[in-house]
């Protein structure tokens, strides 16, 4: 049974930080690609960001690049979203997701993970 389980949302002032945590279980943490999606009211769920399974190669959306941080201890199943300089647009609820670990995908898109986490709000307030 794979669980993804994220945790540090909050509410945070405009220029603020908070750092997110995703804990996996159930799943050979270090054969997954993971990444982190976040979805507003009436807005498509996006892409934020994405590590592959080894750490060695990170991808982000343009809108957090050079804000956000992404990471993963796989020694400790989980993967880390370090959000600095935070705006009122990064308002949402934030998802942790993993691929199937089976083969090469593009993870910017939402079909590449099978894995979802239950999601944890981010508000920033201006």
């Known amino acids: 049974q794979v669980q993804l389980v994220e945790t540090g949302g909050g509410l945070v002032q405009a220029g603020g930080s908070l750092r997110l945590s995703c804990a996996a279980s159930g799943l050979t943490f270090n054969r997954h690609n993971m990444g982190w999606f976040r979805q507003a009211p009436g807005q498509e769920r996006e892409f934020v960001t994405a590590i592959t399974w080894s750490g060695g190669s990170t991808l982000y959306t343009d809108s957090v690049k050079d804000r956000f941080i992404i990471s993963r201890d796989n020694a400790k199943n989980t993967v880390y979203l370090q959000m600095n300089n935070l705006k009122p647009e990064d308002t949402a609820v934030y998802y942790c997701?993993?691929?199937?670990?089976?083969?090469?995908?593009?993870?910017?898109?939402?079909?590449?993970?099978?894995?979802w986490g239950q999601g944890t709000q981010v508000t920033v307030s201006s």
């Open positions: 997701a993993g691929d199937r670990g089976l083969r090469p995908v593009l993870l910017t898109t939402r079909s590449a993970y099978v894995y």
